[in-house]
């Protein structure tokens, strides 16, 4: 269970990137300011989900390795995370 965890982390972290990636590389093809804006607003969309979905076959994996009240403390620092990063 914890190797398919690992990939499936693995896998979205190489999709994430893919994602970047292929946006940068649209940027430079359509050249337009404007409409980089709007996808870099579509990404901003797509990183927070990814580090979620990530975050949560992490704490999948390790359910029963650790302690229910480091599992909440982990889930808290997620969740502190992602409202800090809010605008």
């Known amino acids: ?8 982390m693995s896998l979205l972290r190489m999709l994430s990137g893919c994602i ?3 946006t940068a590389l649209l940027f ?3 050249k337009r300011v404007e409409t980089a804006l709007q996808l870099n607003a579509i990404l901003g969309l797509v990183g927070p989900i990814i580090f979620l979905l990530v975050s949560a076959l992490g704490l999948i994996a390790i ?3 650790v302690s229910p009240a480091k ?3 982990i889930a808290l620092g997620v ?3 992602v409202l800090g990063s809010k605008n």
Do not use: Y
Not at 1 to 8: A, K, T, Y
């Open 28 to 30: 430079l093809r359509l």
């Open 20 to 22: 970047e990636i292929g």
């Open 63 to 65: 359910a029963t390795k």
């Open 71 to 73: 599992i909440g403390l």
């Open 1 to 8: 269970m914890e190797n398919r965890n690992l990939l499936g």
């Open 79 to 81: 969740i502190f995370i």
